[in-house]
């Protein structure tokens, strides 16, 4: 049994399932910039005494999952999401769903993700694809990574769907449930929400370590990394900096552009000028962050390790920091009622 | 960034699919375009990489001087802690503890050796003498 399901390749995973589920359920307007901006994806946070794959915590996007709910919550959509104890009742459901003809999201670890080549098969759970269909003992699986839909036999989905460890999946399944056409209006108003939600969750988070605040936070702690840590761990943690930054298929600072582009769309439901203004700004971020990239590119190579090294780096990091406080102030300014 | 200055460096991924990005063209619109990978990410990967062979070759020394148990060892070549061993093995975190300890370690049963030999993808007699091929 194969649904009919178009597979939109995306930057990132769950910007792509959500962004292709919806347009399933006959959301047209869906892509995924509007996907991440409206589920306000941005978000910076540097949690200190956290440690992943034995170096620091940092996340440049929300929580996983949250895009999807928050998208579908803006848009007055109701979500159906299973988690499950049981291996057999997960498949036993996901089979009933795609009978049913809905395509199913699934979040599901990477470290069994056969068709990821070894070097990406870390332990992180929060992946997120789409199951469309079944064919003997293989599901049809659209990966929004990935070019080209791929398939996996029903033991390869039950290893990753519940793959142990931090945000262990637990077999989740998740999907939008049916409406009646989406209206431009609606588009226009789920905009304004994830835009004030990205605002407070960017500028408005008291406390050293999210948001704009944890981008300067984590800009002062690494000009003292190369004493605290010595180099080669220095070089370690910069180059765990970099790998969260540039997660699968978000390029350079990628999710910065990607709210840039979402930016330039909603101009297109709320005619203002700002808006196409404030993407310059993130288009800068973006491009700011790709400079911080290269510069501890030759930290962990070890081309360079001075200290001057080290705050040259700390100092993009401030100066980000700057550049989005005044993105976001810009955006918190704007006057949706016109 | 500028369409034109999207990086196309193969990465081992590149190899299986392109990746989106986005950037801008000449009038500073937001586009999409395919990427084969970029040096400095496939740079960081390899830091990583670098980093748990390092780890890998401390925890057989360790082994060898008798100080933790193979286990260590196919813990850090698996990228696995405690808590992500606990979930694949059963085992609860307080008894890997102790099965890290060589002389818990060598008197483990057979059906207990099995548990971790089946996670870590091995027999029982290499799980013990760490003799394995690495791909």
Redesign the interface.
Known sequence: MKLDFEHIQSAHCENGVTTNLLRHIGVSQMTEPLAFGIGAGLFFAYIPLLKINNGPAIAFRTFPGLIFKRTCSYLDIEVVRKKFSSKEEAQKILDQTLQAGQPAGCQVGVYYLPYFPKEYRFHFNAHNLVVYGKEGDNYLVSDPIMENTTTLSSYELERVRFAKGALAPKGQLYYPKQVAAITDHQIAIAIEKGIKKNISNMIGIPGPIAGVNGIRFTGKRIKKWRDKLGLHKAGLYLAQLVRMQEEIGTGGGGFRYIYGAFLQEAFAYHPKEQLLEIAKSFTQAGDLWRTAAVQAAGIYKGRISSQEDFNVMGDYLIELAEIEKQAFVGLSKIKWQA | ?KKEE??QDLS??G??????????DGS???V?E??RG????I???D???N?IEG?KATAKEKVFRNEVSPLLFFMERA???I??L???TGFWKWQIKRHLRPEVFNKLSDKKLQRYADVFNVGIEDLKSMNVNE?
Do not use: F
Not at chain 2, 15 to 24: G, L, N
């Open positions: 960034m999207i990086p081992s991924l190899k299986i699919t392109k990746e989106v990005c986005y950037a801008v500073g619109k937001y999409t395919l990427s970029w040096e400095i990410k740079n960081a990967l830091v990583a990489w980093d780890r990228l696995m802690d808590t992500i606990a979930g694949y791909a």
